[in-house]
């Protein structure tokens, strides 16, 4: 099955194609030119009869997608349209009328609605707040790739940034007798007592960090942890300064709390570092929060001790300059790098904010748990804020994460092996690139993924395809080509690369990696690498 014409955003073809147009909802939409307006990606697929046969079936049932619309014209030029949708509609609502005898009140309740929407013009504007935040790119191919999965197409899915391993057996037991024991009620907003000390102990003994637990605030993800921070310490005009490539959601986070995110570019021959020059000449009046992430999502960079201390000494030079510490990959760690938490370095403490969780390290991500440290001022100013958004963390993942805390030092061997694993995948990756030729590969130090310079390849043309002009257009390439999924750099903030996760089996690496070759086989490098 090849894939023709796919599209990240506002390129639309002629062709079959699916795309995510609702969060619960897959399209499939026959030929016809249409102006594609979303932002999520859409990409075509022939021929779709035998991925959508399953799809079609026992639609009826609800446990199963049902039709939503189906428009057909016997004009061979006019689009139809199916929408799958998890909701009960169209296609089964015919028994239901004979069932209940609703037609002629459906009938009567849609001729009022027209008469009112006739009456009533409603005002669907948004904030101008949301409209200035981007989606996430990583999980609107993540959410694509799956559909396809799903749909029948043989996707291979390196663009979730998610371990496949199961959740160790002792954490997950001990979620599950959580759930047995009865503990399914609210916890206190800040995270239960158990918890808080737990991670207390956690931070002392691998960090080097003392606290107590009301300088932790437990919450839904990291992700979440982060945004409250920016949140409660970032005023109107505030900039927020952030290495790049960065994690697609910091500078959307700035936005969301109408700060500015002010990007300092790293170069891929420098492991993709932050200079502390360009840092020193950057930091104004309006700077903030400087966001660190070590190891680094996208580029699996570990920032050494040194470094660290360089950054550190231009950081206590300007008072109001906080620093959020995002160390989510912290023991996802290569010798011989070391992983130094930001707080631990000499007057950092009182103005670091660190960030940590448990989805990663501990393959927890649906668990939905992570937490914050630091001076208790500014955690009791994110807890306000949890508290009128979420308030606490799930009972039962807290006490998951208990067990996963008491796994042993980096958590035990359980963790060890994984990081293993993650290790001989990425071994494997950077010798298959090295001998693929016109990439620029920086070896990641942490973390599971390589972000590769492709930019070589732009200008190259693929018979059949197009111009290969940047990292979207390459991705979109592949994913028609090799029919592997992979994130564009653009939105980590460099163009030049694209994004590769290999927290996937290495079964799977190396049919992705076969599948790559046999793509960029018909490229040509433009400019050596």
Same mark, same amino acid.
């Given at each position: ?419 293993? &694993? =993650?290790?001989?995948?990425? #071994? !494997? ?5 090295? $001998?693929?030729? /016109?990439?620029? %590969?920086?070896?990641?130090?942490? &973390? =599971?993924?390589?972000?590769? #310079? !492709? ?5 190259? $043309?693929?018979? /059949?395809?197009? %111009? ?62």
């Amino acid at each position: 099955m090849r894939l023709k014409g796919a599209s990240f955003g506002l390129f639309t073809h002629s062709t079959t194609r699916i795309s995510l147009q609702e969060q619960s909802s897959l399209s499939v939409n026959y030929p016809t030119p249409l102006p594609s307006h979303s932002a999520i990606p859409t990409f075509p697929i022939l021929p779709l009869a035998a991925a959508m046969a399953s799809l079609l079936q026992g639609s009826c049932s609800s446990t199963r997608p049902a039709i939503h619309s189906l428009g057909v014209s016997s004009d061979g030029d006019t689009s139809r349209s199916i929408s799958f949708s998890s909701q009960l509609n169209n296609l089964c609502f015919k028994s239901l009328e004979k069932r209940f005898h609703v037609k002629r009140l459906r009938m009567g309740t849609l001729v009022r609605a027209e008469s009112i929407s006739k009456q009533v013009q409603v005002d669907i504007s948004l904030s101008p707040r949301v409209n200035s935040v981007k989606p996430s790119k990583t999980i609107a191919v993540t959410d694509l790739a799956t559909a396809l999965v799903q749909a029948g197409v043989p996707v291979i899915r390196l663009a979730a940034g998610e371990p496949d391993f199961d959740t160790p057996t002792v954490v997950a037991e001990a979620g599950i007798n959580a759930i047995r024991e009865g503990y399914t009620r609210y916890t206190p907003n800040a995270g239960t007592l158990e918890l808080r000390t737990a991670i207390c102990h956690k931070l002392k003994e691998e960090n080097g960090l003392t606290y107590t637990p009301d300088q932790i605030l437990v919450s839904n993800g990291a992700k979440q942890s982060v945004l409250q921070a920016v949140l409660a310490v970032c005023s109107p005009g505030d900039e927020v300064i952030i290495p790049g490539p960065f994690y697609v959601s910091y500078p959307e986070m700035a936005r969301l709390a109408d700060a500015t995110p002010v990007i300092l570019p790293t170069l891929i021959s420098n492991n993709f570092l932050l200079d502390p020059e360009v840092l020193k000449s950057t930091i104004s009046e309006k700077s903030r929060v400087l966001i660190l992430c070590s190891p680094s999502n996208p580029t699996g960079s570990v920032y050494p001790k040194k470094l660290l201390e360089e950054i550190a000494d231009i950081v206590a030079k300007h008072p109001r300059l906080l620093v959020i510490a995002d160390e989510i990959y912290e023991h996802i760690i290569y010798a011989p790098a070391i992983h130094t938490s930001f707080a631990s370095l000499p007057g950092m403490w009182e103005r670091t904010l660190t960030v940590n969780g448990f989805s990663k390290t501990f393959a927890m991500t649906g668990w939905r748990l992570g937490y914050l440290a630091g001076p208790k001022h500014f955690v009791a100013a994110c807890g306000k804020i949890q508290s009128q958004v979420t308030s606490g963390a799930s009972s039962i993942s807290q006490k998951a994460g208990v067990a996963a805390l008491g796994l042993g030092y980096r958590g035990g061997e359980a963790v060890a092996k994984m990081v293993k &694993a =993650f290790e001989e995948r990425r #071994d !494997f990756l950077v010798e298959s690139f090295r $001998e693929l030729g /016109g990439v620029k %590969i920086s070896e990641p130090q942490g &973390a =599971f993924y390589l972000f590769l #310079d !492709f930019s070589s390849y732009y200008g190259a $043309e693929a018979e /059949g395809y197009g %111009i290969i002009k940047d990292s979207e257009s390459l991705c979109k390439y592949l994913l028609d080509k090799a029919q592997v999924a992979l994130v564009p750099g653009d939105a980590f903030g460099d163009d030049k690369c694209i994004r590769i996760s290999y927290a996937a089996s290495m079964s799977n690496l190396q049919a992705a990696m076969e599948r790559i070759k046999g793509a960029i086989v018909h490229l040509k490098a433009t400019v050596p690498a």
